[in-house]
């Protein structure tokens, strides 16, 4: 999903068209930002309940923080932040780590 002011986001969506994305959804609105993270969590929100994603990746950014825990609230979903890399095998990811000959794997602590 990419959002922006009207007549933004859709420059944005064919820079990700060129990385293979198969499916983008581009949500414009003046309020995009005047308020931190309101269209971003109510698209996003409509949009899971619409499409049943797997898994909802979202930028590691201070935005993307609070986006990510806005919407596990709406969604009474679960949330892992900085993950680095993901198994494909269920909701398991690595995180980013000090220790880098560590890294513990984790499990969503909560699915749908």
Not at 5 to 27: E, M, N, Q, R, W
Not at 29 to 46: H, M, N
Not at 55 to 63: G, R, T, W, Y
Not at 65 to 76: F, M
Request: aromatic letters at 4%; glycine letters at 10%.
């Amino acid at each position: 999903m990419v959002t922006g002011a009207p007549g933004t986001a859709s420059k944005l969506a064919d820079g990700l068209k060129s990385y293979g994305a198969a499916k983008i959804y581009v949500a414009e609105s003046d309020a995009v930002d005047k308020y931190l993270g309101g269209v971003q969590v109510a698209v996003l929100e409509s949009l899971i309940a619409s499409a049943s994603p797997a898994a909802v990746l979202i930028a590691a950014s201070a935005d993307g923080k609070e986006i990510a825990g806005r919407l596990a609230v709406r969604t009474d979903s679960g949330l892992l932040t900085d993950v680095v890399g993901s198994t494909g095998t269920g909701p398991r990811s690595t995180p980013s780590s000090v220790a880098p000959s560590w890294s513990p794997p984790r499990r969503t602590p909560h699915t749908r």
